[in-house]
């Protein structure tokens, strides 16, 4: 009994701030919400959703994104394997590399905005390598606004993804790489042989992680480097639910894409679960 | 000849990851009118800077809400990571499994709900209604880390407390807070970071601008687009001074929060 009061707290918290609004969110997914009265619709909430086609750009903009995330893990995999290298410096090198884990990315959407400008570094950069007659404005044109967004999130994951793999190669044993090499087994044996399976439970982290702040952690870079736009270029599920709810007032709508997103997290935290789950 | 190859490699990749910096020290030390024809050298943005932004406002705002919701997570998680690692109770086993997956909702999945419910409580006008929400977002991972942390703790101290008339809230309090001080320094130190640098929740849930948390603020005026950039700037590497100096000096128990649970 003493054990239910103590949890009692956080128990009451979740259920009445995370718990409950998602069965309001069900029942307010077939309703004409305008966030003070609703109507019931029914079904016809549901079919009018899934013929607006904002809805379908919104998912096919993070199908695409999904193509960022082998480079948000490789990267920083990579990243991390020369560290473990442990060269001279490497803890002033580890430290620089997750400075940019504690910035928000409202300041690195900011700063992602000046490299992508026309008048930006990618822009110094071409020009510095001889191409002086090309220029990109990528921000600005629907076909590579989408493509900008995507470096912008690889970037901001190679601080926590290299801190996750550096994590588990320090948790490597190093005579088995020792013993390995003595047999005569080469760098890239040894790494898909011992390094990488040894780091796959990391890896499944990282990549769960990453999906999730794929679909709900972009935000702020949305909201301060494009809008969403142009056009709808950039507009993914989680800036389409708060578009819909608070630009368009359409309560309703954004509730039922809120329940959406919802079920697409839910796939990915199952698997995060079954990781959880698999140690105990 | 190999090393060397390396350490420039890795130079290299300091240049990428420090560009963020180089950019709004660079911008920020140039007037509008030298950042628009790129060359030049100013403090006039950081002059300027208060007039344009209320930086120190909303450091405040930012400092209150962080630290308010903070406290509420730790006062809530302690005792449930607590009671279900040694106080089991009827379907605790349940209950925590509920609780632990409500970390994987995201805000946006239930934002409109949310943000009737708050409005009709009355509290998105000042802090309050965001200190909620941020607190019960992150209660499920301080419940988790907690929990998996007290495991650890042998239930023979427990039980002493106990037989010595400490109660349970005393053999909490007493026996087990003292040694859960990692614990609580990695619910911390992720939580600041996470709450600092949010945008969403202080967005919505705080109407009054002149509550504002600095990286809201600085948000809704990128977003307008009409704030002088090198001003924006100046006002962006102040917003990101406190949470880089919390990491730097808690590096350490971030990597421990990340990997909890999957690496012993």
Redesign the interface.
Known sequence: ????L??L???A??I???????G??VY?SFTE?N?LTSTWIGTSAWTQALHNSNLWTALQNNALLLLAVPFALGLPLL?AM??H?R??G?KI?R?????????????????A???FAY?G?LNSIIHVIGLTHVSTNMLGYESTALSALGITFVFTM???NT??FL??LA?LDPSLEEAARIDGAGRWRIFRSITLPHLS??IQ?AFVMTV?AL??AL??LI??MT?GGPGYATTT??FL??QT??DQGA?GT??LY??I??VL??I??VV??R??GS?E | MGRWVLFAVMVLIAIVMLYPFWVMIATSLKSEAQFLSGGGFSWLSWKNLTATIPVGQEVVSSTIVCTASILIILAVGLPAGFAFAKLRFRASTVVFLVIVSAMMVPLQAILMPEFVNVTKLGLTGGYLGAIIVYAALGTPFSVFLFATYFRGVPDELIEAGIVDGLGYFGALWRLVVPIAIPAIATVTVLQFIQIWDDLLVGLLFIQNTSERPITVGLAVLAAGRTTSIPELMAGSLVSALPAMVVYLVFQRYLVKGLTMGIDR
């Open positions: 009994m003493a054990g239910f103590f949890a707290p956080a128990i918290l979740v009445g701030f995370i718990g409950v609004p998602i309001q969110a307010y919400w966030g990243i020369l560290l290298q060269v001279v490497w090198f430290s620089i590399y997750f400075l940019p884990t504690a910035i928000s990315w409202v300041v690195l959407g900011l700063v905005e000046r490299f008048h570094t190679i601080g926590t801190m996750l994590t588990g948790t439970r990391f982290l999730i679909f709900s935000f702020s909201f301060v809008g599920m989680e639910i708060y709810g608070f309560f954004a509730a809120g329940l997103l919802f997290t839910a990915v935290g995060q679960l990781l959880i140690e």
